[in-house]
């Protein structure tokens, strides 16, 4: 039986599949083949190719390859120039990149919108902004629109520079344009005013993604928490803001890099999943924190005390007190004002006011929001022999309470 030799479209096909699963040198064997036989590569086989050798770091072998194309008569287009010039700037040969502009320019080939932004971003990250500049005007000159990706590679280039205002120009100008910026163009930013320690205006952009349709990732994420000292602030921003699961990623991915969590930030975290009612999550994280060699502070219990007393839970709650105790963390007013106020709020009146002794005691006071509730109990308990004891004490002692409802 004859056998049938692959066509051109065949030979791209298998081409494609090869360098798309990190197989270059079996491609470039294959296209050794076609060379051989009937069917010769064309310029879509070899425009593959020559972009898989560049992603590979083949830098020399692309350009055999493209020089060999113009010796077979084989059409070099954009896509080609466009690759080479990629990788040529990802190799760091800026020179020999613009060079490969003026040469495709010369050849009567049109960049595309993609060319422009290969180029910007180069630029950019040289650090080259007159020449990003310069790019651009060529650009808009020649009839391209930039792109999302263009903007936002302009962006970038002034936010690297820490010039802000530039780069919030550049945002507008997109808008204005009627095009949408992405999740990418938004971390960009973010990730400007973070370097530059204006948490506020990043935690507003942040906050104005669902709005925008935007869902943050693993970029943004990474933006914003890239210096210790923006971190409490920006924990606490996103915890607000209801991403608690992503956080916790976060604080799993902060770990493994090496950076340091102390007992503060974690609080956040633990306030964040009850408020949210997560209190097994709760339970969980409170567990791991001896095993980073971290204390639960006075806050760590009190917050978790209120998250158990909002769900019912106050026998835990109790336990979690004595045990903060037994502990050697003392409980301040705060705590007591919490525990207190669970306890009425179960209508647990009498175990209430032991607690309540018990603060006295200690010569803390009832707050604004406690002592109301404290004053209804001994108005409607106050014929009990036993709450007419502890309302003469409580009267006796405390006086800034009663001040804070005066």
């Known amino acids: 039986m004859r056998e049938i030799e692959p066509d051109v479209v065949m030979y791209g096909t298998i081409v494609n599949g090869l360098c798309k699963t990190g197989n270059t040198i079996r491609a470039v064997s294959l296209l050794r083949i076609m060379e051989e036989g009937s069917y010769k590569p064309d310029t879509v086989v070899s425009n593959i190719i020559i972009d898989s050798l560049c ?46 502009f003026r040469e495709m320019l010369d050849s009567g080939i049109a960049p595309n919108v993609h060319t422009y932004s290969v180029l910007l971003d180069a630029c950019t990250k040289e650090g080259k902004m007159k020449e990003t500049e310069g790019v651009l005007e060529v650009m808009i000159q020649r009839g391209v629109d930039p792109n999302v990706v263009t903007y936002s590679t302009l962006m970038d280039g002034y936010c690297l520079q820490g010039h802000m205002d530039e780069a919030i120009k550049v945002f507008n100008t997109m808008v204005d344009k009627g095009l949408h910026p992405n999740i990418v163009s938004h971390n960009i ?96 994280i409170f567990s791991y924190l001896s095993s980073k060699g971290l204390q639960p502070d006075v806050k760590t219990y009190t917050i978790i005390m209120q998250g158990l007393c909002e769900e019912g839970l106050l026998h835990e709650a109790k336990e979690l007190f004595v045990k903060m105790e037994q502990n050697g963390c003392l409980a301040d007013d705060v705590t007591h004002n919490t525990i207190i106020r669970g306890f009425i709020g179960q209508h647990k009146c009498y175990e209430a006011l032991i607690l309540v002794e018990e603060m006295v005691q200690r010569r803390f006071s009832a707050d604004a929001s406690t002592f109301p509730l404290i004053v209804d109990i001994l108005s409607t308990k106050g014929q009990d022999p036993a709450v007419r004891e502890v309302i003469k004490e409580f009267m006796s002692k405390d006086s800034h309470g009663m001040h804070c409802i005066e």
């Open 189 to 284: 930013l973010i990730s400007g005013y973070c370097k530059k320690m204006k948490t506020d205006e990043a935690m507003l952009l942040f906050r104005e993604l669902p709005r925008r349709g935007l869902k943050p990732n693993s970029g943004t994420f990474n933006a914003m928490l890239w210096d210790s000292r923006t971190y409490g602030i920006l924990l606490d921003g996103l915890c607000k803001n209801g991403y608690i699961f992503e956080t916790l990623s976060l604080f799993h991915m902060m770990e493994s890099n090496g950076l340091l969590l102390d007992i503060v930030k974690y609080n956040i975290l633990i306030d964040a999943f009850c408020k949210d009612k997560k209190l097994d999550t709760t339970r969980s």
């Open 55 to 100: 992603k590979d770091r083949m830098m020399d072998d692309a350009m055999k390859l493209f020089s060999k194309m113009n010796q077979q008569g084989i059409r070099r287009d954009v896509v080609t120039y466009t690759s080479l010039i990629h990788g040529l700037c990802n190799f760091g040969w800026w020179k020999v990149a613009t060079g490969m």
